[in-house]
């Protein structure tokens, strides 16, 4: 990019700042610590210039905005088309509870609905097992029939809609509903937008939620993207995610190789099925942690969409813009925020989704200040919406499409990350003999990727314990406070109220359609047919939610009573 020549007249010249100007100013006065690192430990240094960058090529590692390899963004206006899309996660007690903040969200001006669902809907049971004691709606809306589904959307019309739902284990129940409930509000299928987190790898990597073995629940992942572009071609049936790989304790790079890599293993088994890279390749999304470090943050979302652009394309085959560009939603860090001082978290979740929105995300969360001591208020969840919007409307930085490309500093730890997630990658290809879906696979039952996180969280800390690293109000700049604010209470009558509705909706169902739709999906499974079409038919007949993954464990296995996939 620069000029021999040039580049010679800028050594010598930093030489002579550094004599004549650094030296003595740290000869007087040192500088703050001895070492300066980001979250994820990664050192940075003083001061960067074109030196650092004089390897790059402009067009094949930058380009521009909306071509490959994407480093710039995906599309070529950005946010000055329009801006990302504003996907509050929302979700508690029951579906009635979580409609009516559904619907105060969208008056808010949230342009995107997410949906949190309690611990028994994530792990395919229904309210009334006796595992789901004390648990029903309580970290998020429970599920247990289309019934809920119904109620969950009233009112609010899902063809008009873009809605995200985290879940899981269970997630192919989940989508079965909103297409049923499509096909009730007379929504065109391909018409259908949204997410589908589904991201099984990651389950087994970092959040620990699973209902049967990795690979069973892989070939029921490749089931819902085959689906998908057959039917709901506007619908992402995967969010390959790496939020939870990071809020496990894993550095940022782990976080982007680990994510990427997940998300070729679901590539790779497309293709093994038959499927055509172009066809698919479009519906795949992805989900990104936004932590502190705001530089470390753009330079990981810069990197990550400039390795899939180059990977579909050399390893896979890709030909279509589409099938190499990479779109994320974005959800600042969780693990940042703090139960002291928690207006503090304010500040916090600000600098992360600005990080997202200088890196070029295509949707973002923002957390709310109390989530480290409760489920979000609507106060709380007010001031993260306009948070996004004041970025958004006030500070300018929605108006320049990748303002940050160019400095020496972003493009140096650009090619830094590249460089270390790409290392990773390659080393989980080679667990695979050069297959990255058996290594990712290979990577779990050898407990690989939780030894990685665990070692990089247990560092973090440790840095944190010796006051290395500074978390404001917690290791410094404490004070005394009242530690028990206002926050959102789960109504004790909200189990009784949902086991009624789940009682109620037994009773009026036809037993004998629902046995049928659940012995046709039995059949499906171990025909190794495409399981999604019957588990349509089994939700549109009001089969529950634990009905119908217990037909999954019936044929591969109780693996959710396992402590430890290792």
């Known amino acids: 990019m620069f000029d021999q020549g040039d580049l010679e007249g800028i050594r010598e010249e930093r030489e002579r700042w550094e004599a004549e100007t650094l030296e003595p100013v740290l000869d007087a006065h040192g500088e703050r610590q001895d070492r300066f690192a980001t979250v994820s430990n990664h050192e940075v240094d003083r001061l960067y210039t074109p030196e650092d960058i004089a390897d790059l090529d402009f067009e094949e590692d930058l380009g521009f905005p909306g071509e490959p390899p994407y480093t710039r963004g995906p599309y070529p206006t950005m946010y ?113 937008r949204g997410t589908l987190q589904n991201d099984m790898l990651k389950e087994f990597i970092a959040q620990k939620e699973w209902v049967i073995p990795p690979r069973p629940s892989l070939d029921i992942v490749t089931d819902t993207i085959e689906f998908a572009v057959e039917e709901t071609p506007k619908f992402h049936p995967v969010s390959i995610s790496g939020y939870h790989i990071r809020e ?36 795949l999304s992805f989900f990104f942690n936004s932590h502190n470090s705001i530089f470390e943050e753009i330079a990981k979302f810069r990197a990550a969409r400039r390795i899939y652009a180059r990977v579909m394309e050399d390893w896979y085959g890709a030909e ?5 560009r990479m779109k994320f939603h974005t959800q600042t860090a969780g ?69 940050m490309g160019g400095s020496f500093a972003i493009e140096k730890l650009t090619n830094e990350m590249e460089a270390e997630i790409m290392a990773y990658i ?20 050898q407990g690989y990727f939780q030894r990685e996180i665990q070692e990089s969280s247990y560092e973090y800390q440790q840095r944190v314990e010796r006051g290395e690293e500074v978390v404001v109000g917690v290791n410094e700049y404490t004070i005394e406070e009242d530690t028990s ?66 037909v999954f464990e019936d044929h591969h296995g109780a693996y959710r009573e396992e402590l430890s996939p290792v």
């Open 80 to 192: 000055r088309g329009r801006t990302w899309t504003m996907r509050q996660f929302a979700g508690f007690g029951t579906a009635e509870e979580t409609n009516e903040r559904f619907h105060y969200l969208i008056d808010e001006g949230q342009t995107g609905l997410s949906t949190a669902f309690d611990m028994p809907s994530l792990m395919g049971i229904d309210s009334d097992h006796p595992m789901s004691e004390g648990e029903v709606g309580k970290e998020g809306v429970a599920v247990d029939t289309l019934r809920d589904m119904e109620i969950l959307f009233d009112g609010i019309d899902i063809g008009e809609v873009s809605t995200s739902f985290t879940i899981n284990p269970s997630a192919p129940v989940i989508y079965a509903m909103y297409i049923a409930l499509a096909d009730q509000q007379g929504v065109p299928r391909e018409e259908v």
């Open 248 to 283: 496990a304790g894993s550095t940022a790079a782990q976080e982007a190789a680990f994510t990427l890599a997940d998300g070729f293993a679901y590539v790779e088994d497309c293709l093994e099925r038959g499927l055509d890279v172009d066809e698919f390749a479009p519906l």
């Open 320 to 324: 279509k813009d589409e099938s190499k």
């Open 335 to 403: 693990q940042s925020l703090t139960a002291q001082q928690p207006l503090n978290n304010i500040v916090r979740v600000t600098i992360q989704a600005l990080a997202g929105v200088l890196g070029g995300t295509q949707s973002l969360h923002t957390n709310s200040f109390d989530e480290a001591l409760a489920l979000p208020s609507e106060k709380a969840v007010r001031v993260a919406l306009r948070t996004q919007q004041i970025i958004a409307e006030e500070s300018g930085a929605a108006d320049i499409v990748d303002p």
């Open 426 to 445: 390659e080393e989980i290809k080679e667990k695979g003999d050069g297959s990255v879906r058996d290594g990712v696979l290979e990577g779990i039952d």
């Open 485 to 550: 604010p206002d926050i959102l209470h789960i109504d004790e009558t909200t189990r009784d109220r949902q086991l009624e509705r789940l009682e109620e909706v037994k009773e009026e169902r036809d037993d004998e359609e629902v046995d049928a739709t659940l012995e046709a999906l039995s059949e499906a499974i171990e025909a190794d047919e495409n399981v999604m079409p019957y588990v349509v038919d089994a939700v549109k007949a009001y089969a529950t939610m634990g009905e119908i993954m217990q």
